[in-house]
């Protein structure tokens, strides 16, 4: 019986850990993947509605992390991240009567691109059903998400 025991937990401990991988330790054994920081410019009106969400830049940590990168983000991770930010509900930055932009971050991973990451010490799978029920929860009428040139 212990034997038995031994050996189903050498098969199956492993993949259990394994599961419950934080993306930076998955990130770390995988040194050509890329991760880019996204800021989001957004302003948020008085009503708490937000008014303005757009990528305002990215970068590349690996490489500089102040230099901006061009990179095409998809535009399901535009969507979840849109939603994310709406149900975060920040508060209206208003000064002299004036809505103010401020910004906000996130992750995004090209192995992992219709995953939001906004922790690098979760999990993986937390990450990616965490992206699954932003997804489910955005509207069908939703706009889409406005790009500047050159993002």
């Known amino acids: 019986m212990s034997r038995l025991v031994v050996c189903f937990l050498a098969l199956f401990l492993p993949l259990s850990l394994n599961a419950a991988e934080s993306f930076r330790d998955w990130w770390e054994k995988h040194p050509q993947s890329r991760l880019f920081v996204v800021v989001f410019g957004l302003k948020v009106n008085q009503k708490g509605e937000l008014t303005q969400f757009e990528v305002s830049g990215i970068t590349e940590p690996k490489v500089h992390l ?11 991770y535009l969507d979840i991240a849109k939603q994310w930010i709406k149900e975060h509900g920040y508060p209206p930055r208003i000064e002299d009567g004036k809505v103010l932009e401020f910004f906000v971050y996130s992750y995004f991973c090209s192995d992992f691109p219709d995953v939001l990451i906004d922790d690098l010490d979760a999990p993986i799978d937390v990450l ?8 489910d929860r955005i509207s069908s009428d939703q706009e889409p998400v406005e790009r500047p040139p050159g993002v």
């Open 128 to 135: 990616r059903k965490k992206s699954d029920k932003l997804r």
């Open 66 to 76: 102040k230099d901006k990168v061009e990179l095409d983000l998809p535009q399901g």
